[in-house]
């Protein structure tokens, strides 16, 4: 109720800003929009699903890689002293810098967005799980060893289920950031998907199809935030402070 109370007086507020003389090609009315979704339907439907699929592809591979690594620079302090500054310097270098790369790799495919989409989104699930995998507190740990628990049962028992609510926050964090990738790919090279329709809309001056494109591209990141969310509550919900 809050969320529609404030999105209710954010196009309030958005219609009289256009009431003030503004160009309809700088800043459609919330009308126009409306109208523009409307009409270009099946365009913006065809091109969501393009990017959807990207979303989701790269959220699935991104959180895999990030979980694996975090596993890794773990279960070996060695191999954490060199994945470390590699996984760091990933995040140095903007993201808008390696777009043409990949595109030159990858194609003009799907392959390209979705390899942007995990560069984005493994960073936050390896930094969080893998802090959540080195706050572990020594007693539960030193517990698990007198009782004689392997390594791999130490790790499974003690260290998976204490680190899970760290690695809910980063999955929450990817859920929200995995447009990025995504939409930079289509803006670098491609032929299909928001990213794409929203670029040629805005060179053809259809500001209220830009508009448009851009309200489903936060609609489908909200849906997925709110998807893992609720599977996350529904998951961690033992965890000490989880909302119920």
């Not at 007086?9 to 109208?35: K, N, Q, R, Y």
């Not at 995995?178 to 939409?183: D, S, Y």
């Not at 670029?199 to 053809?204: G, I, K, Y």
């Amino acid at each position: 109720m809050k969320g529609l109370t404030v999105f209710s007086g954010f196009v309030l507020l958005w219609w009289l800003i256009t009431l003030s003389g503004i160009p309809a090609f700088l800043l459609p009315s919330p009308a126009a929009v409306a109208e523009a979704l409307w009409h270009s339907r099946s365009v913006l439907a065809w091109h969501s699903l393009i990017t959807a699929s990207e979303m989701l592809s790269g959220l699935v591979l991104g959180v895999l890689l990030g979980a694996l690594l975090a596993l890794a620079m773990i279960a070996s302090p060695r191999l954490q002293r060199w994945l470390m500054p590699v996984v760091v310097t990933s995040q140095a270098i903007p993201v808008f810098a390696l777009a043409p790369l990949l595109v030159l790799w990858f194609g003009f495919g799907i392959s390209a967005k979705v390899a942007m989409a995990v560069l984005v989104i493994f960073f936050p699930v390896a930094s969080s799980f893998f802090d959540g995998l080195r706050r572990v507190s020594n007693d539960y740990l030193d517990l698990a060893r007198t009782m004689g628990a392997s390594p791999w049962a130490q790790l499974r028992h003690v260290r998976l289920m204490a680190a899970l609510p760290a690695f809910g926050s980063g999955l929450r964090m990817a859920a929200a950031v995995a447009p990025i990738g995504a939409i930079i790919g289509e803006w670098v090279g491609s032929a299909e998907g928001l990213g794409y329709l929203m670029l040629n809309a805005n060179a053809r001056m259809q500001t209220d199809l830009c508009f448009a494109a851009l309200f489903i591209l936060v609609l489908m990141t909200l849906l997925l935030w709110k998807s893992v969310d609720a599977l996350l509550r529904r998951l961690i919900n033992w965890a000490p402070g989880a909302p119920s």
